[in-house]
């Protein structure tokens, strides 16, 4: 079992920046890819960055790509978001998700129970 927490989400006005961090407990952290997903409001889940077990591959949804950087510290088993300039339609619950993959994929076995995202015009 892998637990997640989510943290960092909050209220920001449109063109900032916020931090999203992802605390991963239980199994070896270091042999999964991580990811990222976010749902709006009336909306499915969507896919927004993976990183792969040793940060060498990552990838971005394309309405993220260029504003959003995903990183991770094995050794203190996190993974962050860093989303800068943000958008009114970035506003979404987001959730970390883990899978024994290169990619994480909506088929993720472990999820976080989401942080939300606000951000007003």
């Known amino acids: 079992q892998v637990q997640l927490v989510e943290s960092g989400g909050g209220l920001v006005q449109a063109g900032g920046s916020l931090r999203l961090s992802c605390a991963a407990s239980?199994?070896?952290?270091?042999?999964?890819?991580m990811g990222w997903f976010r749902q709006a409001p009336g909306k499915g889940r969507e896919f927004v960055a993976s990183i792969n077990w040793n940060g060498n591959s990552r990838s971005y949804a394309a309405s993220v790509k260029g504003r959003f950087t995903i990183s991770r510290d094995n050794a203190k088993n996190m993974v962050y978001l860093q989303m800068n300039s943000l958008k009114p339609e970035d506003t979404a619950v987001y959730y970390c998700?883990?899978?024994?993959?290169?990619?994480?994929?909506?088929?993720?076995?472990?999820w976080g129970q989401g942080t939300q995202v606000t951000v007003s015009s």
């Open positions: 998700a883990a899978e024994l993959s290169p990619v994480v994929s909506p088929r993720a076995e472990y």
């Open positions: 239980g199994r070896t952290f270091s042999g999964y890819a």
